[in-house]
């Protein structure tokens, strides 16, 4: 039996081109097994360009990738294999119910039909849709029918799930549903490429991301190293007193050298800090200046601030990822 590659993915320097277009431009990354690790970037970073490339569905230019130890291009079968894609539109049948779509699906991928059968009813139990079995697919919900397109892609459990955009246009609680999915998972062994747009649902997640502008990679690292790397947390102070606000202005501008910011607001005030230690001092002298607080909180930079500082831009959920 061949040894699980350390990494589920490998790519080199990979390049796709469409003409004078370069969508991907020398993209390299390493996923680990058995994680969830997510691609971020804005509209026609080359992230969906990148996951094709990965899938076999689109020939590389240039570079090279590996994916569970086999080459994209020279070994594209033994890849289709081993990995299930879960693009941005549902694949399912509309005009087909729920458990005909899994039937259909595992009866093309050589089960018998009884098997096929006890697929079916497996993988709708496990995503809650027993209930909806027998209903054509065009009138499920948004989330139903994700959910089910997600089942269909694991009629045969992969060893790589590649998601694309997969909670779109999703309702929150669908969205944690998918999300749940997600992390079921990974607990079974199965390594997930997540493409989303959604910076918390990365940041919920992925254990590394990697951000692409312009098709190539831009920064990697867990979501507390890319906080990090933005530098500063943000201290926010809520004064008992509207009237005190200013007072608390400059108490903190003075104590820290920085500028501190009002918000919408009246009672709250918002300052960098480069550690606990400069906020805790903060909170002290406003004390010390007899300045009562109704509360305050610090936290380091969000996953947004993260992409904006590095893209210039965050993606909406109207873009359609490129």
């Excluded at 003409?19 to 969906?48: F, Q």
């Excluded at 994209?72 to 894609?85: G, K, S, Y």
Aim: aromatic content about 4%; some cysteine.
């Amino acid at each position: 039996m061949s040894a699980v590659p350390t990494a589920a993915i490998e790519t080199s320097d990979l390049v796709k081109t469409f003409g004078e277009n370069r969508a991907v431009d020398g993209v390299t990354l390493s996923v680990p097994t058995g994680t969830v690790y997510g691609v971020l970037g804005p509209n026609g970073a080359g992230k969906s360009t990148t996951i094709k490339m990965l899938a076999t569905l689109l020939r590389p230019d240039g570079g090279s990738a590996r994916v569970l130890g086999h080459d994209v291009v020279t070994e594209a079968n033994a890849v289709r294999d081993r990995i299930a894609l879960t693009g941005q539109l549902a694949s399912v049948d509309e005009e087909l119910t729920g458990r005909e779509n899994i039937v259909l699906l595992a009866r093309l991928l050589g089960y018998s039909r009884s098997q096929s059968a006890d697929r079916a009813d497996q993988l709708l139990a496990a995503f809650g849709l027993e209930d909806a079995a027998g209903r054509l697919t065009k009138n499920y919900s948004g989330g139903m029918r994700r959910r089910l397109d997600i089942a269909a892609s694991l009629v045969v459990t992969p060893e790589l799930l590649f998601l694309d955009e997969p909670t779109t246009g999703l309702d929150p609680r669908s969205r944690n549903e998918v999300w749940e999915i997600v992390r079921a998972l990974v607990g079974i062994g199965t390594t997930v490429l997540l493409c989303t747009q959604y910076l918390d649902e990365a940041d919920q997640l992925a254990g590394r991301i990697a951000v692409i502008d312009h098709g190539r990679v831009i920064a990697e690292g867990t979501p507390a190293e890319l906080k990090r790397s933005v530098g500063q947390s943000t201290l926010h102070v809520h004064v008992a007193d509207p009237a005190d606000r200013g007072a608390a202005e400059q108490t903190l501008s003075r104590g820290l050298d920085t500028v501190v910011t009002g918000t919408g607001d009246p009672t709250e005030l918002a300052v960098p800090v480069p550690d606990a230690d400069a906020a805790a001092a903060a909170v002290r002298a406003l004390s010390d200046a007899e300045i009562p607080l109704a509360g305050f909180t610090l936290g380091q930079p969000t996953l947004d601030e993260v992409f904006l500082a590095l893209t210039g831009e965050v993606p909406t959920e109207e873009e359609v990822a490129a």
